[in-house]
């Protein structure tokens, strides 16, 4: 017996979904019958990977690319995200990692990059989709850290703190 988890038809944002965890947790919501928007930055990778979850037959895939880098591009993905699934009700919060190293060896430039995209951009991801999930009465949020959080991770530093950012 298969458990309803009552995604079917939801429309879920998934954050750097062209690979690795953000693909499997796409895959996944798609499985369960949410519509999933995949973003990044490999457009080749987000057709394939959308095809493939589209071939299964149940949640459908959209694709847009987006760089968290971009801190013009937020209305854009939101606007995207609203017109293929119709309105978020799962963001997926999701980002690559920084450079490992000691925090005391980083550079305040590549520091304030990663800031920017890891901690800043998710903030203002959530602050954009939040008024779908709102209107519903029903919205979930998952942002993806990292164990670092609770016990630091020797020589990844930079990811230990900005993980850390986002659960405070």
Do not use: Y
């Not at 309803?4 to 939801?10: A, I, P, V």
């Not at 990977?49 to 589209?54: P, Q, S």
């Not at 602050?127 to 949020?141: F, N, Y």
């Amino acid at each position: 017996m298969e458990m309803d988890l009552g995604l079917s038809g939801k429309g879920a944002l998934v954050l750097s979904s062209s690979r690795g965890l953000g693909l499997g947790i796409a895959q996944a919501l798609a499985e369960e019958g949410a519509n999933v928007l995949l973003t990044g930055r490999n457009a080749q990778a987000l057709a394939a990977n959308a095809a493939a979850i589209n071939a299964r037959g149940k949640g459908t895939a959209h694709t847009h690319v987006f760089d968290l880098n971009d801190a013009g591009a937020v209305p854009g993905l939101v606007a995207a995200a609203r017109a293929a699934l119709g309105r978020i009700d799962i963001l997926v919060n999701n980002t690559g990692g920084p450079p490992p190293g000691r925090m005391a060896d980083v550079d305040p430039a590549l520091l304030a990059t990663h800031f920017d995209s890891m901690v800043l951009r998710l903030a203002e991801i959530t602050q954009a989709v939040l008024p779908d999930m709102r209107e519903a009465g029903w919205g979930r949020i998952i942002t993806v850290g990292s164990s670092g959080v609770l016990q630091p991770i020797p020589n990844l530093g930079l990811s230990n703190a900005l993980r850390s950012a986002l659960v405070g």
